[in-house]
């Protein structure tokens, strides 16, 4: 009967641990952490942008292409449905965007 008593422990533990998770998750939300998440991805993207444009005026594009290219980043990176992930290589000094 020992494995009986075993199996229910563990049965026990998960029930125990999945009723923690849940309220640890609500607590989050309630503590505005993915409103912060958000906003965090929020200043990411602007300063990719702002890193696009400074690039792109050093190689001498011209001012109106560039204001065009921030134009067409901002709508390309405005909150959609699935967000768009972010991954810039330091030593490769790229940018490479997925969704």
Do not use: C, F
């Amino acid at each position: 009967m020992v494995e009986g008593r075993i199996a229910n422990e563990w049965v026990r533990l998960r029930d125990h641990y999945r009723d923690r998770l849940e309220q640890m998750t609500t607590n989050m939300v309630r503590a505005g952490i993915a409103e912060r998440r958000l906003q965090i991805e929020e200043a990411r993207a602007t300063l990719v942008i702002s890193a696009i444009q400074e690039a792109a005026m050093k190689i001498g594009l011209p001012g109106e292409q560039v204001r065009d290219l921030g134009a067409a980043l901002r709508r390309r990176l405005a909150p959609q449905e699935q967000p768009l992930l972010l991954s810039v290589d330091a030593d490769a000094e790229d940018v490479e965007a997925t969704e």
